[in-house]
């Protein structure tokens, strides 16, 4: 079979997606790609580079003949708006050189977009599959840009390209990483070490959320449904579960005691500019996505595995 490459590889989503994807085609069909955050111990297929970097990426696909790519290198929202100009090149460059690459070479590709897509004046409850598109931040404005290059290569050169937006997404096996979602992984972390947490966003705030478990059988399930149901070559709508972040507390303290005080910062207007909810209804007719993780097993996952990781830190 040709190789599947994933960039970003050490990131929250590809350091879970990477072993998914040995267990369904094998460690020597799958190339991991990375900069930094390169674990000791990996014993995958991995490559240094950094990106956006052309040439280097054509190296990779030649050298491996590369069939599949899952591109997920991006500089997240909060992290971004340090330095926007960065968000732009990073994330516009690198997609336009693998769809370039990918057209030539006759590869398909997975990009991830975001509920970062959306904006203040997005509906905010079920939010619809097609819908305004008004982003206050440089990653949400990269995630529409991107959307629209991915259905442009999909009509003017009939490339394979598939996208989720997805919605916050909650993981133990990697530490919170700028994101406005993080607080929902950074509670537990803080649960777990100190019993207390500052939250930087309101007691109130809702926004739409999903295990990674979850987000993992979403992507891989996307990739490999058939071409001809999927109607979306933008990106499809992708959710799970919303709660406040006090629900949060309130299931984290029926396994753990953990105390919660609010100082909102930044971080606070962009989470008000994002969805509560999310209508994903086209994701489920069209290739059959479902959700396995509620807010309580999620919560008692995690718990679970973050204690044995602590433990094993000591």
Not at 12 to 19: N, T
Not at 94 to 104: A, F, G, P, Q, R
Not at 211 to 218: E, F, I, S
Not at 270 to 285: C, F, V
Request: charged letters at 25%; one cysteine or more; glycine letters at 6%.
């Amino acid at each position: 079979m040709k190789k599947i490459l994933v960039t970003g590889a050490f990131g929250q989503i590809g350091s879970e997606l990477v072993p998914e994807l040995w267990k369904r085609f094998g460690k020597d069909n799958v190339i991991a790609v990375g900069n930094r955050n390169i674990p000791d111990g990996f014993d995958g297929i991995v490559e240094k580079l950094r990106l956006p970097d052309k040439e280097g990426m054509e190296s990779l696909i030649k050298k491996h003949d590369i069939g599949t790519i899952y591109h997920l290198v991006s500089l997240l929202s909060a992290t971004g708006e340090e330095n926007p100009g960065f968000t732009w090149d990073l994330n516009m460059q690198s997609l336009k050189d693998v769809l370039d690459l990918s057209v030539e070479h006759q590869i398909k590709v997975f990009w991830p977009s975001s509920i970062a897509a959306f904006g203040p004046t997005t509906p905010r409850d079920n939010t619809p599959q097609r819908t305004v598109l008004e982003p206050t931040t440089m990653y949400g404005v990269t995630k529409v840009a991107g959307e629209l290059m991915c259905q442009y290569y999909f009509n003017k050169f009939n490339l394979d390209v598939r996208s989720v937006r997805y919605p916050g997404i909650i993981s133990y096996k990697t530490p919170p990483g700028g994101g406005t979602t993080d607080y929902a992984v950074a509670i537990f972390y803080d649960a777990l070490k100190s019993g207390q947490y500052e939250s930087f966003v309101k007691a109130d705030t809702v926004l739409p959320m999903m295990y990674m478990d979850d987000a993992v059988k979403a992507t891989v399930d996307l990739m490999e449904a058939d071409p001809i149901k999927l109607t979306i070559r933008t990106s499809y709508n992708l959710a799970a579960i919303s709660f406040t972040v006090t629900e949060l507390a309130e299931m984290i303290n029926k396994m753990v005691k953990v105390e919660v005080t609010y100082k909102p910062d930044h971080r606070q207007a962009i989470a008000d500019s994002w969805p509560k909810s999310i209508d994903d209804s086209q994701a489920r007719q069209d290739w059959g996505w479902s959700h396995q993780y509620d807010l309580e097993k999620m919560t008692e996952v995690m718990l679970i595995e973050l204690k044995k990781k602590f433990a094993e830190e000591k």
